[in-house]
């Protein structure tokens, strides 16, 4: 069975430019998380998507969104981006709502 | 609300010694409890989980973790590391309420020297 998949693996941009990240879940699971990996500040929940509707999100700003496919792959689009964005940016998926995240190996997103 | 603490930021030990990873959590409601390990440069991968039931749950790959309630406590155990041990292991607690929110803790590096 296929893991979780991320695209791109590492993202270069400058600060006000917009990033969009991607992530295919593992076949079956219909829930998908992203959560922000920066250093010095740990994993932080952003955002939660299942059966297409955003379901919860974390303490980030507005300029932080996404979206969920009928596929429900999903793709997260940071705005404006800012220096303090620079992080590794997870990808989970879970069979329902209440279950087991499993994580994609990330993307790693620089901001100059 | 809940948090989570990993009392060791670094655990440095010798090959084939035992070692302990310590996690506490604070909540005022039911959680489920994991431990996930990264290694360099990869994402996170599921060690194990208490979701409910017995208070001891192991991983395939000799890692144990157990449950304690009243400590609000779920320290990681393996009785004998390997130099492939060597990555960060992080502690989350997810309530069981429906949040989808994983809360972790600012993980352990686990340092395996020969």
């Known amino acids: 069975e296929a893991g979780v998949t991320q695209s791109p693996t590492h993202l270069i941009k400058t600060r006000g430019q917009q990033a969009t990240l991607r992530c295919s879940p593992i076949s079956g699971h219909t829930s998908v998380y992203w959560y922000q990996q920066a250093l010095g500040l740990g994993l932080q929940f952003l955002l939660w998507y299942d059966e297409g509707e955003e379901r919860n999100r974390g303490n980030f700003p507005p300029r932080f969104s996404g979206r969920q496919f009928p596929n429900y792959s999903s793709e997260l689009n940071v705005n404006a981006l800012e220096l303090e964005d620079s992080a590794l940016y997870l990808c989970?998926?879970?069979?329902?709502?209440?279950?087991?995240?499993?994580f994609g190996p990330g993307t790693r997103l620089t901001v100059l | 609300a809940q948090s989570v603490t990993q009392l060791d930021s670094q655990v440095p030990v010798f090959e084939e010694a035992p070692v302990e990873l310590r996690c506490n959590y604070s909540s005022s409601v039911s959680v489920y409890l994991f431990w996930y390990v990264q290694y360099p440069n990869q994402g996170l991968q599921l060690l194990l989980k208490?979701?409910?039931?017995?208070?001891l749950v192991e991983s395939i790959n000799g890692f144990e973790a157990e449950f304690n309630k009243s400590q609000t406590s779920f320290h990681l155990r393996k009785p004998s590391v390997h130099i492939s041990d060597t990555a960060e292991y992080f502690c989350a607690v997810s309530p069981s309420s429906n949040t989808g929110k994983l809360i972790f803790g600012q993980g352990t590096t686990l340092q395996v020297k020969p």
């Open positions: 989970a998926s879970s069979r329902g709502q209440s279950d087991t995240q499993y």
């Open positions: 208490y979701l409910s039931g017995s208070t």
